[in-house]
């Protein structure tokens, strides 16, 4: 369906970028065709949790299953076990004719419920999936985030795809922050081939059902204006031989707003403006589990089928007919050489209309104009390296900015200056070069009104539903029919004739949905533009950094982060631009993060997540980015600089927690022509934790869960010792511990810096890391980005870096270093004298000393050109830094007295390079002036002036430079037995008392408590613990191992008979071979 709500490309809050299939994608072009047929066998069953919405959905096509998952079916938000969605199955229906003549309606779908099965095997006639499309040894379809579920190799990609992911977007490309991708059929649906003798395909007489194949794809997002959203993409084609005139595409969905035990009390509504279904609760609460508030859930409709052949403008955009298969052959640049202009069935009021320009010049197969050509810069009328391609990718749909690009395409379709099928903008990646005919059915009623097992029954309602209007429906168990009617479907025999080549399928079309969550009406609706426009703009959405790979280490309550710098080297191919801009460190106890979605829009929505720490480069974008969302605005940061480790000490022993590090990028801020601020907010990398029905975790690369801990008895931490600095630069270098167990013991690093300006003066300069004891450059030639960098972790240790930007005067230690004067010095650069030096001026790294001598006994001025000659002075300058003991100067003696006294200036001489004296004028450079006045707050003769023997230091500020450098020796962590003994006095339990469950225990994913969980702390790490009653019965006996740096050991209060423990006192005996024992005891209390 097509819906021209907006022109403009950007457009405050609603489109939020609207790129959400960005573009660069070469799938079609190179999709294989897949003969395989789908096998009940093939099922698996997957979890989409890719932003806030998340649901159980089946490699068969049904989304979201209370039978068989009730707890996990349609949740929103994700980890709150609040279901919305009983099921969903998608649904393909043709009319046709069995041997007899019988006129037959086969209903392709597959269902938890009443559907039509075989009544031996109790399988379902209908949809499940292809081989091939998955991990075989993994029990989830293919999702894009975990390689695990991936096949060796795509049944229908060429081997240059194995072992990248097989995306919408093209080659490895995973634009969606999660996409989920399986293929499947009816060839299980054998009733009316058994039945009926109705066999779809002439070629291959086992086939079964109607010989449909559907590839389908569903995608999240986790922008904050898609975060409550999943979309569902369905390219449905016909496999078989048989033409079918009617067909239709269809979906039910089955509500269950509040919980299933609640979905009695759902009511309905559908809004003809922006084509949505949506349910809500009668009552305010959710069941099981009492919990509120109870959100909306809705469904909307957005791709439907198109008829290429009818002549008429099905979906109102003045084009009839369009094709997305055909060729591009002739570049169309007379319009009256244009067929659509001579043909009275086209309408260019409504094409202007809808697509917001008038005719331009195109190819022909281009219907709509929008491919765009390579922009040729040297106008040689080809493509050369360096200049756009815009949309001319070529077939594979890469471009020189895409992971993965290797070179141009071997067929030679990159910036061949004509649209090819996988190009962005043209065919199959142009949904408006479809005539659909739109959401032409839809119906609320009451579950089980219509029930899938009876064909008959659901063709007369699913050909005959009405077009689609206001429709409210309350107080009952809600269902949905969403339909799609009628088109043809042409077998592969007739689609070769219409495409005048044999083809290997017949005539495909597309159908996609969206299941959209949000608190209220107004919240669903507004999510529904957004879903809206991302459609209308080809699937394309923006495109998050890289996520980060983080190691978390547990420590003695604090908890210590770290991660690489992956991120920053995303490049966004719509912006054409690297536009990383910082990190965000969220910390929950909950595995969804919800507790910290605590920053509310101006309707009371949670929008965004308060950070514990964030880290954004030093570039002058900061604050709040100006684009609100409902009011709330993202914080982009404060130009701290970027960090790669973060310690957290504000934890406590013994409590889970779940970690996430996300990378985010500028956003974008643009002036529309009237003055208006439109813009596209930030997008963060996502942060999935999955946590099965059973309690277990899997994090992703950028998630983490820990609990920290006391270390074992005995346990010495590493340390760093023998700091030693060289180098007259004034920054700092510090070293942090991160990884304890990671630390070499006895190894001596050094940290060097290397300058290549003649100054020494560059504020940026580079730096390695070198293990002196086993000769190893750990890093190399890296150069400093700000004035507080950090290095990455290596071997267990990461550096600061503290660096001056800039070569000035450092006020805090210029001062007189020996002498009684009165007089004020100003130390800088003498305006006075500006015109005359400004062009050489310098700041030299350096620092001074001006010491002042009898008169006659300092040294000689510096002749300046013609601006002065060689003066003797009464002072000599001392350059400390380079240890040079006479520093070159100009003297402006203004009085003549040749004395360096009130009024006068001197200015510091450098050569043409750092330590190097200047040997004449056109050589020379200027660097720091000092200028000596009289405090005029004092009396004449109160004033003292500079005596001989007084010394004035001028203090800079100063980078570092070659052959500076920090070195240091580490000390890995040990045991000391002695400490150890004495450390058994730290042993406890905690909670003691335990009252009936302590904060640190998982929440359980279904109704009623979770694990109970209580720790002994500061054991040795290798160490006995016996429990026993009162009576001296023992209770349970557990055997701590660990590493030195893990004094926990975790009770689940179940004895050693697997019942759980009676509320009561207990004692507790550790044991500890060789270092000692404890006895003491806790409390269960009820």
């Known amino acids: 369906m097509k819906l021209k709500l907006l022109n403009r490309l950007f ?135 975990d390689p695990d579920t991936w096949p060796v190799t795509w049944p229908d990609r060429l081997s240059d795809w194995d072992g990248l992911w097989n995306g919408f977007f093209g080659k490895g490309i995973k634009n969606a922050d999660l996409e989920t991708f399986f293929v499947f059929d009816d060839n299980e649906d054998r009733e009316y081939l058994l039945n009926n003798n109705f066999h779809p395909d002439d070629d291959d007489p086992d086939r079964g059902g109607l010989g449909m194949q559907v590839r389908t794809r569903g995608f999240q997002w986790s922008q904050v204006l898609a975060e409550d959203v999943i979309f569902w993409f369905y390219e449905i084609t016909n496999m078989s031989t048989t033409d079918y005139q009617k067909t239709l595409f269809a979906q039910y969905i089955d509500w269950g707003i509040g919980g299933h035990d609640n979905s009695s009390n759902n009511a309905g509504d559908y809004n003809e403006l922006l084509d949505i279904s949506y349910a809500w609760s009668t009552v305010p609460f959710g069941s099981p589990g009492h919990w509120s508030p109870v959100g909306l859930a809705a469904y909307a409709f957005l791709e439907s089928p198109g008829i290429d052949d009818d002549r008429i403008d099905n979906d109102s955009d003045g084009l009839t007919d369009e094709k997305r298969t055909n060729e591009a052959k002739v570049f169309i640049s007379d319009p009256n050489q244009d067929p659509f202009l001579l043909d009275p069935f086209q309408d260019t009021t409504k094409f202007k209309k809808f697509y917001g320009y008038s005719w331009r010049p195109h190819w022909d197969a281009d219907e709509n104009a929008n491919w765009k050509n390579f922009f040729d810069a040297n106008k040689n009328g080809k493509w050369d390296k360096g200049e756009p391609l815009n949309n001319d990718v070529g077939t594979d749909g890469i471009g020189p900015f895409d992971e993965g690009y290797t070179g141009p395409d071997a067929d030679s379709t990159e910036g061949d200056g004509r649209p090819e099928q996988g190009e962005p903008n043209f065919g199959i990646l142009d949904k408006d070069e479809s005539d659909q005919l739109g959401l032409t059915g839809f119906k609320i009623f009451a579950t089980h009104t219509y029930e899938l097992q009876n064909d008959e029954q659901n063709w007369q309602a699913l050909s005959g539903l009405p077009a689609p209007h206001g429709q409210r429906l309350i107080g009952v168990n809600l269902a949905n029919f969403f339909s799609s009617y009628l088109f043809h479907m042409w077998g592969r025999n007739t689609y070769s004739g219409v495409m005048g080549s044999q083809q290997e399928t017949g005539e495909t079309q597309r159908f996609s949905m969206a299941l959209i969550f949000g608190i209220d009406q107004s919240d669903v609706f507004r999510r529904k533009k957004t879903v809206q426009q991302i459609y209308n703009a080809n699937y394309r959405f923006a495109k998050p950094p890289d996520k980060p790979t983080i190691k978390v280490i547990p420590g003695d309550r604090r908890v210590t982060l770290y991660w690489d710098d992956r991120a920053e080297f995303t490049f966004d191919a719509f912006f054409q631009k690297y536009n990383f801009e910082g990190y965000k460190i969220y910390r929950s106890t909950e595995f969804a993060f919800l507790e910290d979605k605590i920053i509310t829009d101006a309707f009371g929505k949670p929008t965004f997540r308060k950070p514990i720490a964030q880290f954004d480069l030093v570039d002058g974008v900061k604050g709040l980015f100006p684009i609100n969302v409902n009011g709330a605005m993202y914080n982009l940061g404060t130009d701290s600089g970027l960090k790669h480790s973060f310690i957290d000490s504000t934890v406590q022993n013994g409590q889970t927690y779940y970690y996430a590090v996300v990378a985010y990028d500028q956003g974008l801020v643009t002036q529309t022509i009237e003055g208006k601020t439109e813009g596209i907010p930030p997008a963060e990398t996502p942060s999935i934790i999955k946590k099965d029905i059973n309690g277990n975790i899997k994090t992703d690369i950028n998630t983490a869960v820990v609990t920290p801990r006391a270390p074992a008895a005995g346990f010495i931490a590493p340390e760093i010792k023998n700091f030693f600095a060289s180098g007259p630069g004034t920054g700092n270098v510090s070293v942090t511990v991160l990884d304890p167990d990671s630390i070499k013991n006895l190894h001596t690093y050094r940290l060097e810096f290397e300058d290549s300006t003649k100054y020494h003066n560059n504020p ?299 509320y009561g006192i207990y004692i507790y005996h550790v044991e500890a071979p060789g270092i000692g024992e404890k006895i003491g005891r806790f409390a269960i209390i009820k």
């Open 11 to 145: 457009v405050t809050q609603a489109i939020i970028i609207i790129y959400f299939f960005l573009v660069p994608s070469q799938l079609m072009a190179q999709i294989l065709v897949d003969k395989n047929k789908g096998n009940h066998n093939n099922t698996k069953t997957g979890f989409m949790d890719g932003n806030l919405a998340a649901t159980v959905y089946h490699n068969f096509g049904e989304v979201a299953d209370w039978l068989n998952a009730p707890r996990r079916s349609g949740v929103w938000p994700k980890g709150s076990g609040h279901t919305y969605v009983d099921g969903v199955a998608i649904i393909v229906q043709a009319e046709t004719q069995d041997p007899n003549g019988n006129v037959i309606h086969p209903l392709e779908t597959n269902y938890y419920e009443f559907t039509r099965n075989d009544p031996a095997t109790g399988v379902t006639y209908g949809w499940y999936a292809l081989p091939g499309y998955d991990n075989p040894f993994n029990s989830n379809p293919a999702r894009s985030d």
């Open 764 to 1062: 940026f300069p580079y730096y390695s890391l070198i293990d002196y004891t086993e000769g190893d450059t750990l890093i190399y030639l890296r150069q400093i980005k700000s004035n507080n960098e950090q290095t990455k972790v290596i071997e267990g240790l990461s550096l600061d870096i503290l660096s001056p930007t800039d070569v000035i005067i450092d006020r805090d230690k210029t001062e007189w270093k020996s002498g009684n004067s009165n007089y004020i010095v100003q130390v800088g650069f003498d305006s006075r004298f500006a015109p005359a030096y400004n062009g050489k001026r310098i700041d030299y790294p350096a620092d001074f000393e001006v010491q002042f001598t009898e008169p006659g006994q300092g040294d000689i001025s510096f002749p300046a050109g013609n601006f002065s000659v060689p003066i003797q002075s009464n002072i000599i300058v001392k350059n400390t830094t380079d240890d040079i003991a006479h520093s070159q100067f100009i003297f402006r003696d203004e009085n003549n007295n040749e004395l360096f006294d009130d009024g006068d200036a001197i200015f510091i001489v450098v050569g043409d390079s750092a330590g190097k004296p200047a040997e004449k004028w056109s050589n020379t450079r200027i660097s720091w002036s000092m200028t000596l006045v009289k405090d005029t707050t004092l009396a004449e003769k109160d004033q003292l002036p500079p005596q001989a023997g007084d010394v004035y230091k001028i203090a800079t500020k100063k980078p570092f430079r070659t052959g500076e450098y920090f070195e240091f020796i580490s000390s890995g962590e040990g045991f000391n037995r002695v400490k150890a003994k004495s450390d058994m006095d730290k042993i406890a339990v905690v909670p003691n008392p335990y009252v009936g469950a302590a904060s640190w225990e998982p929440l359980s994913n279904t109704v009623g408590r979770g694990q109970r969980r209580i720790y002994f702390i500061h054991l040795p790490n290798q160490a006995t613990i016996r429990i026993y009653t009162m009576s001296g019965k023992l209770v349970k006996t557990l055997e701590h191992n660990s590493t030195i740096s893990d004094g926990q050991e975790p009770w689940n209060l179940v004895s050693k008979d697997g019942m759980d423990i009676a």
